[in-house]
């Protein structure tokens, strides 16, 4: 089931403690344009399907990144991407985006979706695993 843009954003609104909307619309643009170029085939494509519509798209056309990024990297290009983001808030931002995503996704794509991604990210979707 596809969630509604403004529930989606309300989720990132609130586990991001943004003052406004627009902040948690800017943070899910930035981590799902990120997100989308470590991720490929049907499992890009279920999840963006579970989307609202304009993040669906930003997933499905993403910034093109020329390796994999550890968390680490993640987080630190998404604090280049935001203005005025330090890694912490950055950090904020991606938890906040991709644990809303997770909640989206549901357990068995997550499965998938954390399986094309280098390990760590488990912990940036809030979803830890048990090694």
């Known amino acids: 089931m596809t969630l509604r843009r403004e529930a989606f954003l309300e989720q990132v609104k609130e586990r991001g403690e943004y003052h406004t909307l627009q902040e948690a ?8 344009a ?5 991720l490929v085939g049907q499992v890009r494509a ?26 680490e990297r993640f987080v630190r290009a998404t604090a280049a ?15 906040a985006v991709l644990s ?6 549901g357990d068995e794509l997550l499965e998938e979706i954390l399986f094309q991604l280098p390990a760590g990210y488990d912990l940036l979707f809030g979803r ?3 090694t």
């Open 25 to 32: 619309e800017r943070a899910a643009r930035v981590v799902l």
């Open 34 to 38: 990120l997100l989308g170029a470590h």
């Open 46 to 71: 279920q999840l963006a399907a579970r989307l609202p519509e304009d993040f669906a798209l930003i997933l499905l056309n993403p910034l093109q990144s020329a390796e994999p990024l550890s968390p």
């Open 81 to 95: 991407w935001i203005e005025g983001a330090t890694e912490q808030t950055a950090a904020w931002d991606v938890s």
């Open 100 to 105: 809303t995503a997770a909640d989206a996704a």
């Open 128 to 130: 830890p695993q048990h």
